[in-house]
């Protein structure tokens, strides 16, 4: 199996078992990168900003991290894949607290001043199911939405009413999904930690 991780760089996504493609404009890939991302079976996008520094991104710039390049990398790997049987599978990692509409909007995000950014990401999530419902069969994709991911030598934080989950369990249950084959659209916290045990036969 072919598994790309879209930000490997970063706090979900690093491994130094991976193979690294380092490019520089995810608005529109090279052919140099389109050779690489060929024929990828499944993708994992982590392409993002650490919470914790999030309020020092502009909101256009987060919109184009946390979106648009999401949107650009499932169109780009789906052009790619030319086998389709069975199809690509791409994992968006989300978050917790991601409302996919303003009813949605739980209290800690709006009282934490990141009621557009929550949406944004809502929209995000959207658009990347929707794209995969538009291309039945090629792709379909998948939301993850972990709370707090804790990990070894990690300040552990507590926020209120934030589940959290150990980075290696949610790292588990992602990959367990991607082989085995996703059991439902969106995963919560409460999932990965289930299918991590299922798959560990706790
Ligand atoms: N950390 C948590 O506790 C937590 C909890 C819940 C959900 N999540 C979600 O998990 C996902 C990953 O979070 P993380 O903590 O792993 O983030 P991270 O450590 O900041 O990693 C983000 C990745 O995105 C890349 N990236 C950022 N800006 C970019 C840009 N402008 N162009 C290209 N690449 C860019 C980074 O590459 P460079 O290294 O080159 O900058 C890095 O590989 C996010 O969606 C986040 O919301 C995280």
Known sequence: ????????????????????????????????????????????????????KLKTVPFEDACEIFRDYAAIGIRALTDLYHDQDPPLHFIYISGHFVPRS???VPKELANSGLMNFGL???????????????????????????G?????????????????????EFVAALLDQVVNGLE??????????????RASGE
């Not at 659209?185 to 045990?197: F, H, P, S, W, Y």
Request: glycine residues 6%.
């Open 1 to 52: 199996m072919k598994l790309i991780v879209g930000g490997s760089t970063g706090f979900v996504g690093d491994s130094t078992k991976l193979k690294s493609i380092i490019y520089d404009n995810f608005e529109s890939y090279s052919n140099s990168v389109k050779r690489e991302l060929e024929d990828t079976d499944a993708c994992i996008w982590t392409i993002a900003v650490t919470p914790s």
């Open 184 to 197: 439902k659209d969106t995963l919560l916290n409460n999932d990965m930690i289930r299918i991590k045990q």
């Open 148 to 168: 707090l991911i804790e990990a070894p030598g990690r300040e552990r934080q507590i926020i209120p009413e934030l589940p959290n989950i150990d980075l290696r």
């Open 120 to 146: 944004m990401r809502g929209e995000a999530e959207s658009r990347i199911l929707a794209y995969a419902e538009h291309y039945k069969g090629s792709v379909q994709s998948y939301v993850a939405e972990p």
């Open 102 to 104: 303003p009813a949605e």
